[in-house]
Each structure stands twice: as structure tokens, then as C-alpha cells.
């Protein structure tokens, strides 16, 4: 793993810290690292199938792909149950953010303090320890989105979009109020059965290929396939159309501007027509990137015009930055390549950050105690992990390096589509957070299939997108190694 002039940026103070030493010797523990795939059996392999079928005996385990051997991955490569060796470019759904096994992570429990609060995992909104409102101003608050100042720390990224979607309604419902914070007799009993005026009706707008959980209350604003939803009692909570653009961008520059503005007139007029039927929208949800859903972008203007409208509508604008956020697409939040005048008022988290949560603008937080709660609220030592990635991001300019690396992906997919432009198109995306088409769903799974074969672990999204997600360490020569396995794959096919 490339360490980007670390030793020679870092203060003479900083070098003599236990930390930074870990930092300093990162080069020599990561030489251990594979220098390319090693594929021994057939994928999945005999062990992988024997642990398939008896996990299977348990739990509905038809999603399992494969099984991790979690001491033997280190870096950018994934050993599997059989001993197989794949440069991981998915990364467990855009979750690990620093590769496996990484040295400055696994020592961060040699301190008892630490291990203290691993062990003694704390309901939060009761029993915090005595150093979290620290803690949370000096790893969270440290990266948070200009101007939101406050943050709430959740499980995952289902519960932080819910629990934002709570804090939209109160929101909402406190200036219906005139400001009035407390409640009638007659709100307290109706909301105990689930009538007005206790429990109003309003909701949350989400968009066409749209994933924002699985959780209840966030089914009904995920809209990328019907296997998430289907069976469950959902919302009436409109659905808005997402832009979808032409590739490559800058020949189809007049096609696309008018695809973002009949977006744009279709979330205005629904926003009035919930209005009308009494449902009014509170609160608008979206991605930078829609991930699940395809990895759909939106252009800077698409989102800076969408924020204008939930200003003049009065609707709260929540960016889900579950899966774009912490780096992959070379800067903090992928929302900051738009350059929106003012941020967002919510903006959720997750994956790559290892806690859920959610930044906020501080009129989003409710006056009462309870009302965004529950037992742990997140958790210490995810807190404490996270430190040292963000450690590790600022000290090895891991975010200049995704750009470095995204622009060789890039350049290598496009070459790759020039070469077989009847098996991959419409390449896109930032920094290392990249996608391309197949022309058929079943095109698109069986180059999945093979390149795993072949040594490297992709992911799919949408009807026809391949993603790639890889590491924040993932280097220009790893690059090199997937497009090499890429065209292989593409010529075998």
C-alpha cells in the first residue's frame, strides 16, 4: 500500500505518538499483501459449498456469494473459505474503507481504555461514558459537512435515514404549531391509535431507483427493486423521477439539461399535489449517486436547482450519503462536488464511516427527550475505529489518492469500451466511485460471474450497472490489475 509521503508531512511531535508509529510502519506490514489473484479452486469452491449448505440449515442464506477467511485478507485482496485470492473491487457493499487487516485498526484495542469501551457498550442516550461529547466533536464533528453542526450517531443506514425522517416530521409539525412545543390531550391519545391529530399525515419523497434501507419506515422510500418491498404494508410517499443521462456526458450536454428539468418540473408538481390531498412533503431524500438503484448520477445543476425548490416548498432536503460518503469519490461527501450554496439540512451516513448517523442543521433537533432514541444509539468502539481511519485518510491523502486511482480506472474503462462496446457502455461516476453498463441483464451477471472467476470480486446494481467499490488504499497499479482481468474477462465472454 502507497504511503503518500507520510513520514516526511507528519510532525517530529506526531512521529513520536503511538499512533503515528503505527502509521510510519505501514509500508513494511502491508508489503505482505498479494501482489495479484491466486485462484486455486472453482468459484465457489468445494469448502465455500459445504458452508453454504450449512449455514442454509440456519438462516435463508441464498445471498451468500462467499466465505470470508478474515485472517488471511489483508489490503485490497479477499481470501476465501477454499483459499482463493480476489482483489476485492466491492469491498463488502463500500464498507471497508481502509482494506483488511489494516495495522493502525487492529491495534486500536491494545489500549484498555479502548477495550473498556468495546466491553462495556453503553445505552447512549441514557449512560454515555464521560469522554463521548469529546469523542463525538473530535472524530465526527471533525469531518462534518460545512455548516451541520450537530449529529446524531445510529446502527446502520436504514435506521439513520428513519430516524432523520422522524426529525423531518417533528420539524414539520413544530412549525405547524407556530412553535408551540408542547401537545393537546387530544394529539397524545389519537397518536396511541395511530389517528389524527396525533399521527398526521405527511410524508417523504423519494425517487425513481432510489435505496435508502430495508428497515420498515425506509421501505417506502427505497425504490430500486421490487424483492425489497414486496409483501410489506408501505407509505403513501411519492416517487419523483431521477435523472437518467446519456454517456458520455459532454455529447449529449442539450439531451441531458432537459432531462434534469422535466425532473425537476415532476418533483414541483407532485410536491403540490400532495398538498392538495392532504399528505403534504415534509422532507425530499436523496443520493448523490443512486447506488443500488444503478449508480444514476445527478448533475451539480440538477442538485442545486432541487435544493432551491425544497427551500421555496419548505420541504427538508436529506442527502443519503450512506454508501458515497467517507472519501470514495475523492472528496469527504460526495454532495460537495455540486457546490450547493448552502448545505443540506440532513445529510445520513454509514459503511465506510462504520457507524450510522446523521449530520443536521440544529432547528432540526427536537425539544424533547425520547423522540430520536433508542438503546445504544450507535456504538463507542465503532467510534474508535473510525478515529484511526480518518487518521490514515488525512495522513496518506487517501482522498487525493482516489482521485489518482479513479482517473486511471476511468481512462482504462473507456478504453475497454472503444474495445468492446458490444459488452460494456455509459461509463461513469467519481474517483473510484465508477460504474459501466451491459447491454442485458444477463450480459452484465455473467461478466460478474467470470471476473470473479478470474480473480476479482465486482458488484451489480440496477438492471445492467457493474460498480466498483473498492478500498480507499485501492492504488493505480490495483487499478491496472482490474482492467487487465476486466478485458480478459471481456475477450473470454
Not at 241 to 265: A, G, I, S, T, V
Not at 434 to 455: E, H, M, W
Amino acid at each position: 500500500m502507497l504511503l503518500r509521503g507520510v513520514t516526511t508531512t507528519l510532525s517530529r511531535s506526531c512521529l513520536r505518538s503511538p499512533v503515528s508509529r503505527d502509521i510510519r510502519g505501514l509500508a513494511t506490514a502491508l508489503q505482505q499483501e498479494p501482489s495479484h489473484p491466486d485462484i486455486k479452486t472453482a468459484v465457489p469452491g468445494p469448502r465455500t459449498k459445504e458452508l453454504l449448505k450449512e449455514l442454509n440449515t440456519i438462516q435463508q442464506a441464498d445471498s451468500v456469494q462467499l466465505f470470508a477467511d478474515y485472517d488471511k485478507s489483508i489490503g485490497n485482496y479477499f481470501v476465501d473459505a477454499d483459499g482463493n485470492v480476489f482483489l476485492d473491487a466491492f469491498t463488502q457493499i463500500s464498507s471497508v474503507p481502509i482494506g483488511y487487516n489494516h495495522p493502525h485498526l487492529l491495534s486500536a484495542f491494545n489500549d484498555e481504555h479502548n477495550v473498556k469501551a468495546l466491553v462495556n457498550r453503553p445505552a447512549l442516550g441514557v449512560f454515555p461514558a464521560i469522554d463521548w461529547p469529546e469523542r463525538l466533536k473530535r472524530v465526527l464533528l471533525s469531518v462534518a459537512p460545512a455548516g451541520l453542526d450537530n449529529v446524531a450517531t445510529m446502527m446502520c443506514g436504514s435506521c439513520s435515514n428513519e430516524n432523520a425522517y422522524k426529525a423531518v416530521f417533528m420539524w414539520y409539525r413544530g412549525k405547524q404549531r407556530g412553535g408551540r412545543v408542547d401537545f393537546t390531550p387530544e394529539e397524545m391519545s389519537s397518536c396511541m391509535v395511530n389517528q389524527a391529530p396525533g399521527s398526521p399525515q405527511m410524508s417523504i419523497m423519494s425517487f425513481e431507483g432510489g435505496f435508502h434501507g430495508r428497515t420498515f419506515g425506509a421501505l417506502s422510500t427505497t425504490r430500486s427493486k421490487p424483492i425489497h418491498k414486496l409483501d410489506c404494508p408501505a407509505f403513501d410517499w411519492p416517487v419523483a423521477p431521477f435523472p437518467r443521462y446519456k454517456y458520455p456526458l459532454d455529447q449529449f450536454q442539450r439531451e441531458n439539461q432537459q432531462e434534469d428539468k422535466r425532473c425537476l418540473e415532476q418533483v414541483a408538481d407532485i410536491i403540490e399535489q400532495y398538498a392538495k390531498k392532504n399528505n403534504p412533503v415534509a422532507g425530499m431524500i436523496v443520493e448523490p449517486i443512486q447506488s443500488e438503484g444503478g449508480d444514476h448520477e445527478g448533475s451539480p445543476e440538477f442538485f442545486q436547482a432541487l435544493q432551491r425548490l425544497c427551500q421555496e416548498k419548505g420541504v427538508a432536503l436529506i442527502i443519503d450519503e450512506v454508501q458515497t460518503g467517507c472519501g470514495p469519490t475523492g472528496k469527504m461527501w460526495c454532495y460537495e462536488h455540486f457546490n450547493l450554496p448552502t448545505p443540506p439540512d440532513f445529510v445520513t451516513f454509514s459503511k465506510k464511516m462504520l457507524t450510522g448517523g446523521f449530520y443536521f442543521r440544529s432547528e432540526f433537533k427536537p425539544p424533547h427527550a425520547y423522540r430520536i432514541f433508542n438503546t445504544w444509539m450507535g456504538d463507542p468502539s465503532k467510534l474508535i475505529l473510525l478515529e484511526r481511519v480518518l487518521d490514515v485518510i488525512k495522513k496518506e491523502n487517501l482522498l487525493g489518492l482516489a482521485n489518482e486511482t479513479g482517473q486511471v480506472l476511468r481512462s482504462g474503462l473507456l478504453n475497454l469500451e472503444k474495445e468492446f462496446p458490444h459488452l460494456m457502455n455509459s461509463v461513469r461516476g467519481r474517483g473510484t466511485f465508477l460504474s459501466f453498463n451491459a447491454p442485458k441483464t444477463d450480459v452484465r451477471d455473467k461478466i460478474i460471474s467470470k471476473l470473479k472467476q478470474n480473480g476479482v470480486i465486482g458488484g451489480a446494481c440496477g438492471e445492467l450497472a457493474i460498480r466498483l467499490r473498492p478500498a480507499l488504499v485501492f492504488q493505480p497499479k490495483h487499478a491496472e490489475i482490474y482492467l487487465d482481468l476486466l478485458r480478459k474477462t471481456l475477450k473470454e465472454i
